[in-house]
């Protein structure tokens, strides 16, 4: 009776008049009840006719309600092996998973269960194919994802990824690419089952299942915790295999996996070398979502080192040029970073040079690039609905980006350092593009300090005039400022201007340029750098410009002497020495010993005049030398404390003549500041005179300076006592017993001696000091020189 129940049922439903008649007076639920049967016809029956009532959308909700779902089930469990049947069952699971609206409510039913059991225990064909299609709908829903993973149905799909039917194959490629697309699922423990399964799938001769495997692995490479199990299981030479067919989808699909797997430094080399050739192919042959895709991969494999040689072999540069034409504002960016990239490999610097790679970073940085597209269907989803009004060409705002700027200016920086190809990149554009740049484009200090670094790269020679005449002092004279609050200095960015200054200050033409007020006094605000090397710096650039009368002024109005004072102060043996010549060179103009006096530069040269470093020793005390020969400097030079110094350098130096002789000259000329003469023999200068002259007995220019500043001291009657005391009687007549053996001396010493003998003899209270010292043997000596005659005779009355 249940049987022909069962074939009336069925005979009933095989009518669509039928149909809706048994569905809303219950019919449903006798099938139900009848799925309950041990009897196989009597289950097949009712099978054939819940397909049938399937087939009709508007009765979706009554077999959900009234059990027809799980009539199905029942069947499923009670007769698997039955392919008859389980064809029906399963063809009735996959037309109701395809109705959008009772995919949950069906899994809910326990249909994931029954799909299990096909799966696993039938071997027909036809029956695991339905079986397998109803998952793959079901697992469009991701809310289903769980537990369908959770009741074993993703387990069974990856066990039959091993069957022979190339049906089954793909159905199962399908199923395990919709759960790929599911987010919440991509780090579960199936893909630890999942991934070596899609990876063998993709190794099979079919287009679609290679598709669906591509995209499934991209999906799931998202998820980093993926990565390395995708990598032991071969996932790179599968990609490579599929990257072969040369199929837009599969290659678009491969490269964006390869995009997260390029940033394992292991995988990249591996990538580059088997996977290179077709990237660069699709980059250069694919639709624009394929170049956009192999963009990213080149764009991660050149930031690998070992990579960088290899790309450029394989052709890249001619695919990135390409790619960088795109009206696409990521694909320029990538292109920007692939260019930087590739500019740290110092092998192809040269070769990006010569592919004319310049233009293209500098078209790359452009707010109005010359490659922009027109707008056309193909772009359109780069456009926003008020531009889609108006079809117009569509500027690459992203070109002002930071990062865009940033990229630019590293890879210009870069291929600046090949040498010979400086004047190239200057010619392309690329020092143009670097102060636009700095100047216009970059807000960030770092780009600012890329691009300076990149200017200072190419200022060479040859470069020197051209990068001049475009604005090169304007762009460095714009870093150099301080910025303003709450952005600090950058020390690097000081660093650079100043080397592009002083490089500028060694140049006439150079020279020419910055010798302008505002320029020369930004130039000398680098010293604010706390960093010591930029301050040395700075100073050779204000000693390079002190060096040279035509910037000599301009330099001394702008502050140049202050400059020098601090770098005397560094401690810096070089820089000491440098500055110190410096101030030699503009101490013969008597505006230029002003600013020396009025920067209170004195006391510098005359501590640095004690320096234990020789030649910085030697210039300060020329330096003094020089400005005690004027009489505008000479108070200053007796003020400062300049003879305290000489008399301690007199006592310290040892064996080197040219300093010991400098400095007597320094005391000669101060000793004719009539006002100062008592507080110099205070200071202790006869001692410091007799230690010289002890060093070089009978040397024709001592005798002549000794002579004339024992004199010049000895006009000031309240040093006369205290000379006599230091013995300058003593010393005097070794210098008249010394001269009196060369007659060509006499002539100009002899005076000097006998002036000063009569003015210490004004000194009654010493006669017998004087006497005891030998100023009588002097008076003889003397006395034979006619030009002395009434000299003599003044001091012996």
Known sequence: TRRVCAIILHSLALSSTCRADMVSKGAVLVLHQLSLDEDTITLHYI??????????????????????????????????????????CAAALQLLSQRTIG???????????????????????TTLRHGLAALCNLLTAEENHLPIINQGGVQSVINLCEHEHCGIQEACALALFNLSRGESTRDHQINLSAIPAIIRLSRLPMPVTQMRCAASLCKLAVNAANVPLMLSEGVVPAFIEMLKTEDAGIVKHCCSALCNLAHQGSSCVMIAEGAGPYIINGAQTGDVTTQQACCAVLSIISSHEQCRRQLCDMGALPALIQLAKMNDMKTRLRCAVAFANLSYESTVQGLMVDHDVVPVIADLSSPSPSYAEPWTAANEQNYTAEEEKDPAPKDHDSSYSEENQLYCAKALCNLGCHIGSEKRIVEQGGAYTLMMICMLRAGNQFTKQVCAKALLNLLTPENLEKLVNEDLVQAASALSKKPLPP?????????????????????????????????????????????RITQSICGKTACN??????????????????????????????????CSDAFFLISGEESYRREIRNSQVLPVLILLARSKNRDTRWSCN??????????????????????????????????????????????????LESNYQTKMVEDGVVGAIKKIWKGKPGNAEILKLVSLTLRSLSESPSARAQMIADGSMELLAEVVLATSSDSALQESIFP?????????????????????????????????ALVCSSLVASPLY
């Open 622 to 671: 020329r330096i003094l030398c020089n400005l005690a020969l004027y009489e505008s400097s000479r108070k200053a030079l007796l003020e400062t404390g300049t003879i305290p110094a000489m008399v301690a350098l007199a006592h310290e130096t040892e064996g080197d003549d040219d300093i010991v002789e400098i400095c007597l000259y320094t005391v000669a000329y101060l000793s």
């Open 487 to 531: 952005k600090n200095d950058d020390e690097k960015l000081l660093r650079v201007c100043a080397e592009i200054f002083c490089l500028l200050s060694a140049d006439e033409y150079g020279r020419s340029k910055l010798i302008k007020r505002a320029t020369l006094m930004n130039i000398f605000n680098l010293t604010r750098s706390t960093d």
């Open 103 to 125: 995919k949950p409510a069906i899994v809910q039913e326990g249909v994931v269960p029954a799909l299990v059991t096909l799966l696993r225990e039938s071997k027909d064909t």
């Open 545 to 578: 410009l002190l060096s040279f009368k035509d910037s000599q002024a301009a330099a001394v109005d702008a502050g140049a002497v202050s400059v020098l004072k601090q770098m005397c102060t560094l401690g810096d043996p070089a820089s000491e020495r440098e």
């Open 47 to 88: 099978a054939s006719a819940i397909i049938r009532l399937a087939m009709e959308n508007q009765h979706m909700n009554r077999l959900i309600n009234d059990r027809g779902v799980i009539s199905l089930c029942n069947i499923c469990q009670r007769c698997p092996t039955i392919a008859s049947t389980t064809q029906l």
């Open 752 to 784: 000097h001696c006998a002036t000063t003998v009569y003015n210490l003899a004004c000194c009654r209270d010493s006669e017998e000091v004087l006497v005891e010292q030998g100023a009588l043997t002097a008076l003889r000596t003397l006395g034979q």
